[in-house]
């Protein structure tokens, strides 16, 4: 097939997605006018539940609108950038909206970074407007902004400061003038030490690249949809962009609740729920009584952020039924695969297949694609791939293709398994291991809830395994069991040699294991 005719196919399917999504008709898939737009199309639909009420189109966007001119009056412009430290909420909306409609860059700030963090970013990104819920205002205070600094949530509690509501009482009608293009959106990595690196988007996902999602996660336009995965991690963020787009109703909490996401997914009758794994996990977790969602509501649960154990998606299948979709990529190149609930039934562990538009291919240490079945370095080329780190250097691109930093095979049907990070391999006496699969055979065990392998010095074998592991609560395991019971299973120089007892995993806000810090226990 010829890559002229490959590309018409894709746009015809691509259309038809998009017509039995309910995403035709939006000519402008860019952050400037999202808001608007929706506005324009569904200005009386509910748009966001959020812990302080509900809230139309129409009110989002005008409140947006009259943050913007607030803004511009103050002397934020075109190409200036403007940081979010919000936890989920309505006026997260109102202030990615107010800021695309000057044309601003958008930096989103972890609300877990440090201030040391918080004060880099700021310095490096050259940020000039910050807008943050009290909570973090130590975290704020010495930050080096220069221009205005808002409160969001928590206004109330602090009489006399700038904050969104007063801004939007003070605006004048003059709107900003309006951008000559988009502004970049500034994703963070969740570094824990030293400043977290920027990735950069200069574009959205065009329509096409959306349909190709949407062929593999079939939202739908008007539906509901909970969105429990923070909005500052690209994964929450796409969803507000995607439900954005639809018209959705978006039901947001600004802390996660495993309780309170199925009472919403119960009392709004949500179709669609977006999580990282270990919030799906934190579900699971519920008494029988607490996880059970009325027949035929939940149609779609999406997860994404950090990788989901076979294990993880039974349970979440045999409990929900199958309407699990598990997508695999990164900030830096957004979506690379999406597992189907078909595709996680038939391979459990899989992260699925690339969606029309993307191409993923495994390497070897040379740069060589590696046979059917084989182990190598993941590689992918779309139209989404970011522009680089806004302190400098990028990931690796092997002719138009670009790493995850992750390693995988595809099996024979063509579905991805994720195996580890390239830079997670660990080397123990000559040996390549690659921690997944062992913590995949500890979690095997019924008295297991969770564990994370990482590699630590040794003076013998370069390096040597160890396991952290979190046991089921009224579980009784020995580390001398847990070793036998993974050297009946894998071969030896797989064997932790180390294995501590946990009461959790130290994980990131966005629920990655941090395994520095295992490594440094």
């Not at 990735?199 to 065009?206: D, E, M, N, V």
């Not at 978006?250 to 669609?272: G, H, K, M, W, Y």
């Not at 045999?318 to 999406?338: C, K, M, R």
């Not at 390549?432 to 062992?438: A, G, M």
């Given at each position: 097939m010829s890559e002229a005719t490959d590309k018409i196919q894709r746009s015809l399917a691509g259309i038809s997605t998009l017509i039995s999504s309910g995403l035709v008709g939006i000519d402008r898939p860019d952050r400037t006018a999202a808001l608007e737009v929706a506005a324009a199309r569904h200005g009386g639909r509910l748009a966001v539940i959020d812990d302080s009420g509900v809230y139309t189109w129409s009110e989002l966007s005008d409140r947006a609108g009259a943050l913007s001119r607030a803004l511009a009056d103050r002397g934020i412009k075109a190409g200036d950038a403007v940081a979010v430290m919000m936890r989920d909420q309505a006026d997260f909306v109102v202030a990615v909206g107010a800021i695309a409609r000057i044309g601003a860059d958008l930096v989103l700030l972890n609300t877990s970074f440090a201030a040391p963090q918080v004060q880099g970013v700021v310095e490096r990104e050259g940020v000039v407007g910050l807008i943050h819920d009290l909570e973090f205002d130590e975290k704020v205070e010495s930050s080096g902004v220069t221009g205005p600094v808002l409160i969001a949530w928590g206004a109330s509690e602090a009489p006399g400061r700038d904050s969104i509501d007063s801004f939007v009482a003070s605006a004048s009608k003059n709107d900003p003038p309006v951008p000559e293009a988009p502004g970049r959106t500034v994703i963070l990595t969740s570094g824990t030490t030293g400043t977290p690196k920027?990735?950069?988007?200069?574009?959205?996902?065009?329509m096409l690249d959306i349909a190709g999602l949407l062929e593999k996660i079939p939202l739908r336009a008007g539906e509901v949809t909970v969105i429990a995965a923070p909005?500052?991690?690209?994964?929450?963020?796409?969803?507000?962009?995607?439900?954005?787009?639809?018209?959705?109703?978006?039901?947001?909490?600004?802390?996660?609740?495993?309780?309170?996401?199925?009472?919403?997914?119960?009392?709004?009758?949500?179709?669609?729920?977006?999580v990282v794994p270990v919030m799906l996990k934190r579900i699971l977790d519920l008494p029988a009584s607490s996880k059970t969602v009325a027949p035929g509501t939940l149609k779609i649960i999406a997860a994404s952020g950090s990788a989901l154990s076979a294990e993880l998606g039974k349970?979440?299948?045999?409990?929900?039924?199958?309407?699990?979709?598990?997508?695999?990529?990164?900030?830096?190149?957004?979506?690379?695969?999406?597992?189907?609930?078909?595709?996680?039934?038939a391979a459990p562990g899989t992260?699925?297949?690339?969606?029309?538009?993307?191409?993923?291919?495994?390497?070897?240490?040379?740069?060589?694609?590696?046979?059917?079945?084989?182990?190598?370095?993941?590689?992918?080329?779309?139209?989404?791939?970011?522009?680089?780190?806004?302190?400098?250097?990028?990931?690796?691109?092997?002719?138009?293709?670009?790493?995850?930093?992750?390693?995988?095979?595809?099996?024979?049907g063509g579905r991805l398994f994720v195996e580890g990070r390239d830079?997670?391999?660990?080397?123990?006496?000559?040996?390549?291991?690659?921690?997944?699969?062992?913590?995949?055979c500890i979690n095997s065990?019924?008295?297991?809830?969770?564990?994370?392998?990482?590699?630590?010095?040794?003076?013998?074998?370069?390096q040597r395994l160890r396991?952290?592991?979190?046991?089921?609560?009224?579980a009784s395991l020995t580390a001398e069991e847990l070793t036998e019971h993974v050297k009946a299973q894998l071969a030896r120089y797989k064997v932790p040699r180390e294995i501590l007892f946990l009461d959790e995993l130290p994980r990131t806000a966005t629920g990655k294991i941090l395994r520095r810090r295992i490594s440094e226990l």
């Open positions: 920027g990735a950069k988007r200069g574009k959205t996902p065009s909005l500052f991690h690209s994964w929450g963020f796409a969803h507000l962009s995607f439900a954005t787009a639809l018209g959705s109703t978006i039901v947001l909490r600004r802390r996660f609740d495993p309780t309170q996401v199925v009472e919403d997914i119960n009392r709004f009758d949500a179709s669609a729920l977006v349970a979440a299948m045999d409990q929900f039924g199958p309407v699990l979709h598990n997508l695999y990529g990164s900030t830096e190149v957004a979506w690379a695969t999406i597992a189907t609930p078909e595709d996680l039934l992260a699925g297949r690339p969606p029309r538009g993307v191409n993923v291919v495994l390497v070897d240490e040379e740069g060589l694609e590696v046979p059917q079945g084989e182990r190598g370095r993941i590689f992918v080329a779309n139209d989404m791939l970011f522009e680089g780190y806004t302190g400098g250097g990028g990931k690796e691109v092997l002719e138009g293709m670009m790493s995850t930093g992750d390693v995988g095979r595809f099996d024979d830079d997670d391999m660990i080397i123990s006496g000559g040996e390549n291991v690659f921690p997944e699969e062992v913590e995949d065990h019924h008295g297991v809830k969770e564990a994370a392998v990482v590699g630590v010095p040794d003076p013998d074998f370069g396991a952290a592991v979190v046991l089921e609560p009224g």
